[in-house]
Structures are given as structure tokens and as C-alpha cells.
């Protein structure tokens, strides 16, 4: 063994003592320290995944929430379209019936005029055939220079006026 120990220059028993110190070191630590860290490690890598699958649940119901978010806002606009095309058929329907009104009221106030043009003017006729009778009257009273008795009159008068309703 001397000869191994020139060749390498280490001693045997110093070699043998060092494997077996580092082997016995070796078994403390994987008992005390190896074993503690890998559980700390194991502990820290299962919170990480608890994490992870939490950050998953959450964006889950992110997503749902958007879903239906998206869903509530999509009834919303549909409800405020209903709502507005609603507004515009009662304007239109609002604005039919002040038209039927108005050309009512106008058609009306159209007939009431004439009826009052033709009152005024059955008015007027009367009126003009009253005084025309009185100058007929007297005209006709000068004419013939005498007095006409009162059929006489009265058909001179019907005669005229029936005269006059053709040039009228």
C-alpha cells in the first residue's frame, strides 16, 4: 500500500475516513436537511398549483361573467331599440291624428264659410230684390200712370224678377 500512497500521495486510512465521514454526513443531511427542503419545496410548488388553478377558476368565471354581461347589454340595446322604434311609431301615430284634425277642423271651417258665402249672399239677392221691387214699383207706376192693384203688382214684380234671375 505504500506504493499507492507515493503514487497518489494520500493515505489510505485518511481516504477511507473522509468517504466515510462524507457518506455519514450525507445520511444526516438527507435526513435533516434534504428531506425538510424537498417538503418546503413540495409545500411552495402545491401553493403555486393552488394558485395557479385559483387564477383559472377566477378567469372562468371572468369569462362567464363577461358572457353574461355581454348577454345584459345585448338585451339592454335590444330593449332601448323596442323602446325607441316604439316612441317613433306613437310620434308617427301622434302626428297622423294632428293632420286628420287639421284637415278636419280646416274642412270644416271651409264648409262653415260656405255656408255663411251662401247665406250672404241668399242675404244679398233678397236684399237687392226687395229694393228692385220697390223701384219696379215705381217705375212700373209711372209707365202705365196709374195704380197698379196688388195681383198686378205682384205679377209685374215676379216677372222681373224672374227676368233678372236669368242674367244673373
Do not use: C
Request: aromatic share 6%; no cysteine.
Amino acid at each position: 500500500m505504500e506504493g499507492f500512497e507515493e503514487l497518489l500521495g494520500v493515505n489510505f486510512w485518511t481516504a477511507l475516513f473522509v468517504l466515510l465521514n462524507t457518506l455519514a454526513i450525507f445520511f444526516v443531511a438527507k435526513k435533516f436537511l434534504f428531506k425538510p427542503v424537498m417538503k418546503i419545496i413540495k409545500d411552495r410548488q402545491d401553493e403555486i398549483d393552488g394558485m395557479y388553478q385559483a387564477a383559472g377558476d377566477a378567469k372562468k368565471q371572468a369569462e362567464a361573467m363577461r358572457g353574461e354581461y355581454q348577454q345584459k347589454l345585448t338585451a339592454a340595446q335590444q330593449t332601448s331599440e323596442r323602446i325607441v322604434k316604439e316612441a317613433v311609431s306613437r310620434g308617427q301615430a301622434r302626428e297622423e291624428e294632428i293632420l286628420r284634425k287639421a284637415n278636419a277642423d280646416a274642412a270644416a271651417i271651409m264648409d262653415k264659410a260656405s255656408a255663411d258665402i251662401a247665406l250672404e249672399k241668399k242675404k244679398a239677392i233678397n236684399d237687392a230684390k226687395d229694393e228692385i221691387s220697390d223701384l219696379a214699383m215705381a217705375i212700373a207706376g209711372k209707365v202705365v200712370g196709374r195704380e197698379l192693384n196688388e195681383a198686378d203688382q205682384k205679377d209685374l214684380i215676379d216677372r222681373f224678377i224672374d227676368n233678372l234671375g236669368d242674367h244673373v
